[in-house]
RNA sequence: GCGCCUGUGGCUCAACGGAUAGAGCACUAGCCUCCGAAGCUGGUGGUGCAGGUUCAAUUCCUGCCAGGCGCACCA
């Protein structure tokens, strides 16, 4: 694979840093940056003002000298053709302009080669398990659930695209405490429907569905002994339903039940036991986590012989590794942050680096009407599911809209604003920008792209849209190292704006055949690369609305 | 008390430590004999407070103020 300009830019500036006997001074990375505004040309560095105290010059002097070293090695090297001109602006930057050339190569490539001419190797096929909502089936999923099944899905969809072997993971809880509570609240509901009067506890499921559960388990003459496992799977099916309503698919449902099962658990202990960081204390069983800086010891099997949830969350995390992944992202609730480094203690006490496992605190988000933020009870079985997003706005817009904010900042939406088909609603913005392309190329019939010339396209509008298209990849990369989907949303509403712009002045149809066939073929791009967008984010890309 | 997240125009949010802090909504003034006006153009208006590091701080560090969420032998 070739070196992509970025990277021929920058050993060409390290090139001229070694002739000027500078690169030793220069500690930090030369770093090369796309320029905060299209003034500054297409790509731009700050060396010179990270030289300037070493050197004890200004940063303009030095930039001053470091230019003409630069165009030295230019003019030696292949990049020569492509680039137009550099120049010292502002406090000292150096900035770098290319010639329209290389970005109508660029637009030629995403025409012919499609998505493919969008992919980067980043992830060199390494084995990445993400394993995400993960809630105990006792309830509908809620809209805490449904952000981090947006953000989950749409982020191993990037890996996915950025070439990373993904696996999509829900960890089912489908034993333990709280599956007996649900059993027991079938059981009572059960009970109070054949007429007995009862009494209800307060930490017992209380929504409306343990009845439809009853009544069902009713029919089915299930023993009280099975109902919690009943009703699990009962609201098993329901959450998958609405998963996959919401068109997030996983890869594998695995059991805690299971994993108990298999052995793996008792295995986990022996081990850690043989490493000597299981100790006896009052009566439980504790796991030094203090040895890898958690803040206290913590109990994995209680006094009363009852494992604590830890116990079979250690093993089920050493049995990803088991499994050959060599990247574990978890996506957690804001509660759960308190337990990162407690797995993070276990994955190290088995020698694996605290490194290899991601974990992403997705932020809550609130739910408002009309500018009023609606109050929730889980307790009360008193809260927005996704089910109930799902209808009032459509999988698109909730689909955006979770994915609209910084994975780890607190999110407002508002169902009223998601619902609207105006220019309050930024799904529909970028959609409509995915329409207007579609209908223009509609009318028009089959198009001859022999003798292309895309040199035509001299607007400013025109060269700002291809350059906005090339962002894409960089944009991608930004979402790898911060874990974070959300600047897609953010992009793809900067690229929609830019074609908008461009549509508003500059017409394509009837402009004579070689423009016309020009800008035919650089809003097909700005389609390609939009399309791409909306199908990572899981969002449909329509092509009339 | 400790930990995590967050403080940017009236509202919701952007800004790898960079150049004149950008968008949308709201308010306001304009643009369709012309490929979709679900669009475009202009105007009003902003970094919680106090220090520090830096050539450069919305960004990093310290303290304070404010809001949210956690701190179990619960999951």
Known sequence: MQKNIQEELIALVVRALRKGELDKLAQEEIILDLPTDERFGDFTTNIALKLSKTLKNSPRNIAAVLIELIQEEILKSELKSLIAQVKVEGAGFINFYLNADYFYNQLSKIITQSEDALRQDLGKGKK?????????????????????????????????????????EYYLNDEGNQINILGKSVQLRREELTGKEIEFPENYYQ???????????????????????????????????????????????????????????????????EKNYLFEQDGALWFK???????????????????????????????????GFDWLINLWGPDHHGYINRIKASIQAFGHSPDSLSVIIVQLATIFRNGQPIQMSTRRGQYITLREVLNEVGSDAARFFFLMRRTSSHLDFDLEVAKKQSSENPVYYVQYAHARICSILRSVTAQNNDDLDLSVLKEKEELNLIKKMLEFKVILNVCLITCDPYMVTVYLQELSETFHKFYDLHRVLGQGEALTNARLALIKGVKIVLSCGLELLGVSQPESM
């Open 128 to 168: 990445v398990l993400i394993e995400f909502v993960s809630a105990n089936p006792t309830g509908s999923l809620s809209v805490a659930h449904a952000r981090q099944a947006a953000v989950g899905d749409c982020l191993a969809s990037i890996l996915e695209f950025l070439n990373f072997s993904v696996q999509r």
């Open 207 to 273: 929504g409306d569905y343990i009845f439809d559960i009853a009544t069902e388990a009713h029919k089915k003459k299930i023993s009280d002994a099975d109902l919690g496992d009943f009703a699990a799977d009962y609201i098993l099916k329901i959450i998958k339903q609405e998963l996959f309503d919401f068109g997030v698919n996983f890869d594998c449902w695995y059991s805690q039940k299971e994993l108990a099962k298999s052995g793996k658990v008792a295995q986990t202990f022996n081990q850690l036991k």
């Open 289 to 323: 986590s203090t040895v890898f800086g958690d803040d206290k010891d913590r109990v994995i099997i209680k006094s009363d012989g009852s494992q604590t949830y830890l116990a079979p969350d250690i093993a089920y995390h050493q049995d990803k590794f088991n499994r």
